[in-house]
């Protein structure tokens, strides 16, 4: 049942949180409101007690030196299951890679709710005033944040991120030596989702599909009344091996339903034909005269050229079709 897999979700959340406090910057101005200092904020990925135990100098740290504020740390703190955001268990989709041609198939993902707490440290109120204000704004309560999942198969998806709640606290307690440090701690929510193994496709395309209809009651006969089995396959709507089979003898204008060509001979008819980029269905040859439905599966009739190359579409076409491509059905029923 279980397999080896890594997708690298929780990681992928954690940076893409971390990523948006990045430019939290603190000013500091004279009498005369110009600018005396920026200091840009540091931000690091850890406990609070880490960080409270670095700036109350405790005795089994080795170095003396004391920890600069303003500062801001993150930590990922709790996972919980969201069962209001389950969709159908054994839903699945596939997705390709750049190329088109690396087809993956996943199961639907799961959603799970990741509390992620933002801590934020300065010595002065003015501090901490300015770096609040420039981040409350932005989550009134929710803001979304696009996040890029499953590595090359370019699978993006919104996540959003929800302040739950905002503590505050003055660490000033102590004789006058003491150091303050004024402590708010930002509690969010980021709504993720979690995949499973994503496995290989490209081999298992669907070719053939077959539905069969049986008739509910029986005859006098004891015979089925019907019984009905439709068949489809997928049928190319272009050429894909170059295969020409003659050349327009004249200019062939949008409004035409028959042309000439050079070897009529060599065109099929009740099959498909590609001219530039219209596919045309054959509906008979005299002679050298093709006599067409323009416009076939979506592609629009054109003007072409004397001379244009006319290419067959057959089962080796059908063969050859690219995933992702538009095709349209064969339909057989027995």
Do not use: W
């Amino acid at each position: 049942m279980f397999e080896y897999f890594y997708n690298e979700i929780f990681r992928s959340v954690i940076i893409a949180f971390g990523s948006l406090f990045n430019d939290i910057e603190v000013r500091h101005e004279n009498s005369q409101d110009e600018v005396q200092s920026t200091i840009k904020v540091p931000l690091a990925y850890g406990p609070t007690q880490k960080f409270l135990a670095r700036m109350r100098q405790e005795a089994d740290l080795n170095r003396p030196t004391q920890i600069t504020l303003p500062r801001m740390s993150f930590e990922f703190t709790n996972l919980v299951y969201d069962p209001t955001r389950k969709s159908t268990k054994n839903q699945t989709f596939i997705t390709s890679g750049p190329d088109g041609t690396d087809v993956k198939r996943v199961y639907s993902p799961v959603p799970y709710n990741m509390t992620i707490v933002l801590s934020i440290y300065t010595k002065l109120n003015d501090d901490m005033l300015q770096i609040v204000e420039q981040i409350l704004p932005y989550f009134q309560p929710t803001y979304n944040l696009g996040i890029k999942f499953l590595g090359n198969l370019n699978e993006i998806r919104d996540v959003p991120i929800v302040l739950d709640n905002i503590t505050m606290e003055d660490d000033y307690e102590g004789s006058f030596e003491t150091r303050r440090a004024l402590i708010y701690t930002l509690t969010f929510t980021a709504k993720t989702y979690l995949f499973g193994p994503v496995t290989d496709v490209t081999g298992d395309i669907i070719k053939k599909v077959t539905v069969g209809y049986v008739a509910a009651g029986t005859g006098d006969s004891g015979v089925l009344t019907r019984d009905l089995t439709y068949q489809v396959t997928p049928r190319a709507v272009k050429d894909y091996d170059g295969s020409i089979v003659t050349n327009l003898i004249q200019n062939v204008e949008m409004k035409d339903e028959f042309f000439e060509v050079g070897h009529g001979e060599n065109v099929t008819a009740k099959s498909y034909i590609y001219v530039d980029q219209e596919e045309m269905y054959v509906e008979k040859i005299i002679n050298n005269t093709v006599y067409v439905k323009r416009g076939q599966d979506g592609t629009k009739a054109q003007t072409h050229v004397g001379g244009a190359a006319v290419y067959s579409i057959n089962a080796a076409d059908d063969k050859l079709i690219e995933f992702g491509d538009d095709f349209g059905f064969n339909g057989n029923v027995f």
